[in-house]
């Protein structure tokens, strides 16, 4: 039976990523190439079957896989940050009125199609349906130099946030479908306790994962290093830790691929320093083994059963949540202002691999059946073959037909993994202010507001002399009535001891402190000496990514 299980993944490795190497001539995304070598070692030669073997590896691929999308695509803390700006509506609107549509289908609400789905199972296939992927869009739009626009920009933004709303409901209702301790499916009827400790569970875990991965992690690896000398020894830490996560998610009730997520998105965190230390073993042991497997297993299971499935059935899957992605993204748009419906339309129906892993997870764990599953993969096939060449058409004849004007609405924080797809080993001396005048605390409010308040910045350094003595945010000044703006001192609002910054760090890592403490500026000091050296800007940053030419980033 162990000679069988290895001959299946071998025969699965190899297959797949010669066809990997195949299909990229064409530039056919790699998880199309592992899924058809599953077919074709599968379904069509009965080559390989799967076995409990083989699931036992495969189930570790999908902790990794679900793992390494948190960590690549799940910004939380600048999803926090912009939740009140009209990309975060935009994303709103466009998820929720996809789900809409999308439950049409899935469920029995309307009509019944006959997927047998009980409600909670029909909202999170909808999920999938509604599903962005930020992965593609970013490629797409950092190959065809969009990704540093101002259009690129928006769509860039808007599908980071419409991604993590739509994975949230998968998740969410995946556990309360009937495959999670606090599950309450249509068994047992609707349970408010379940929801509230579902919720509680969920929150509990990502408050965990995220003190682990920032506060302790990286102590402990900088640590372990310098008093142990083991080779991979951060690699091993970090797998490590996620297969310990994964089992804690299980123990209170949460399935293992949503702590590997959770837990990924808080490693998203960690500083650029950190992750390039301890991220590369692990990359390459995903992307080598068991991605491919994952993937491939996929092509295993699927067959032309679906063709059994009524006619209208199939027609729906098909261009129902397509027409509900459109409406959503147009009634988005417009709503908010957002002058780019068709682009960011295209944006949103990008599919990637997330889809196909979520839809495999629903058919093990016996959601759906294999039909089902056969035709939705299919289904997210297209999209992934169609929708990049969509989304470069739609982007370039936007910037063709209208240039984007100085009134054209940008993000007010940056989310801090853009700098990933834009830019690379940028450090803060490349952005730094050249500005040498800042304002000074014994200037009364009124005359700081007067003088120094420029549109789109929410925050000012104020210095005395060559020392730095704090940072004050036009949020704060609105607690303080403005008949006494003339004789209150700026020293009396500042924060002190805001967050800093030095010369020679990166900046991906500074835009990161900056979404963390909700500031559009850092003072930058001497990393010896504290003293004030000048300061840098969410919009001086934007305005680099977007005056810099673009990287041919590959992001597989």
Do not use: C
């Not at 799967?50 to 390494?68: D, K, N, R």
């Not at 020894?233 to 293992?256: D, Q, T, Y």
């Amino acid at each position: 039976m162990i000679d069988d299980s290895l001959l299946s993944i071998g025969l699965l490795m190899l297959v797949a990523k010669l066809l990997e190497g195949l299909f990229r001539r064409g530039r056919i995304n790699s998880i199309v190439a592992y899924t058809v070598a599953g077919i074709l070692l599968g379904p069509l030669t009965g080559l390989v079957q799967p076995t409990v073997e083989l699931q036992f590896v495969l189930s570790i691929g999908v902790f990794i896989f679900f793992f390494l999308i948190g960590l690549d695509e799940i910004d939380i803390t600048s999803f926090v940050a912009v939740i009140r700006g009209r990309f975060f509506v935009a994303a709103t609107i466009s998820v929720l009125i996809s789900l809409a549509v999308g439950l049409t289908v899935t469920s029995d609400i309307l009509i019944d199609f006959g997927l047998g789905l009980d409600f909670p199972q029909a909202v999170a296939l909808a999920g999938i349906l509604a599903l962005s992927s930020l992965g593609v869009v970013a490629k797409v739009l950092a190959d065809d130099g969009r990704l540093r626009e101002p259009i690129g920009l928006q769509i860039f933004t808007t599908v980071i946030i419409a991604e993590l709303i739509a994975l949230l409901v998968v998740g969410f209702t995946f556990e309360t479908s009937g495959h999670g301790a606090f599950a309450f499916g249509s068994q047992d009827g609707f349970s408010l306790v379940g929801v509230l400790m579902l919720l509680g569970g969920i929150v509990g875990f990502t408050v965990a994962s995220w003190l682990l991965s920032t506060r302790v992690l990286p102590h402990v690896i900088v640590f372990l290093k310098r008093v142990l000398n083991v080779p991979q020894l951060s690699f091993g830490l970090l797998l490590g830790g996620l297969f310990l996560m994964v089992v804690g998610a299980e123990k209170i009730g949460l399935h293992g691929t949503l702590g590997a997520l959770l837990f990924g998105a808080s490693l998203s965190r960690l500083p650029r320093q950190v992750r390039q230390d301890v991220l590369p073993g692990i990359r390459s042991t995903a992307e080598g083994l068991f991605v491919p497997l994952f993937f491939a297993s996929a092509g295993l299971h699927l067959s032309l059963s679906f063709t059994a499935l009524p006619l209208w059935t199939i027609v729906a899957l098909v261009t129902v949540p397509m027409l509900g992605k459109v409406l959503g993204a147009v009634v988005g748009a417009q709503l908010t202002r957002l002058n780019i419906s068709l682009p960011l339309a295209t944006g949103l129906m990008a599919k990637g691999a997330a889809e196909i892993a979520l839809l495999l997870l629903f058919f093990n764990a016996g959601i759906i059946e294999q039909d089902l599953f056969s035709l939705l993969v299919l289904i997210m096939f297209g999209y992934i073959i169609l929708m990049p060449p969509a989304i470069s058409y739609t982007v370039r004849r936007a910037t063709r037909t209208a240039e984007p004007s100085a009134e054209t609405p940008m993000p007010d924080f940056l989310p801090p993994n853009l700098l990933r797809f834009a830019l690379d080993a940028v450090t803060v001396r490349d952005v730094m202010s050249s500005i040498n005048h800042y304002a000074r605390p014994t200037m009364s409010v009124r005359d700081f507001a007067d003088r120094w308040v420029v549109p789109q910045q929410q925050d000012y350094v104020v210095v005395d002399g060559d020392e730095l003595v704090g940072v004050v945010s036009l949020g704060k000044l609105r607690y303080l009535p403005k008949s006494e703006w003339a004789s209150t001192p700026l020293r009396n609002v500042v924060s002190r001891e805001p967050p800093t910054a030095s010369l020679d760090e990166l900046l991906e890592d500074v835009l990161q402190r900056m979404t963390e403490h909700g500031l559009t500026v850092l003072p930058i000091v001497d990393e010896d000496t504290g003293a004030f050296r000048g300061s840098v800007t969410s919009r001086e940053i934007l305005n680099l990514i977007i005056q810099s030419p673009t990287s041919a980033t590959d992001m597989g």
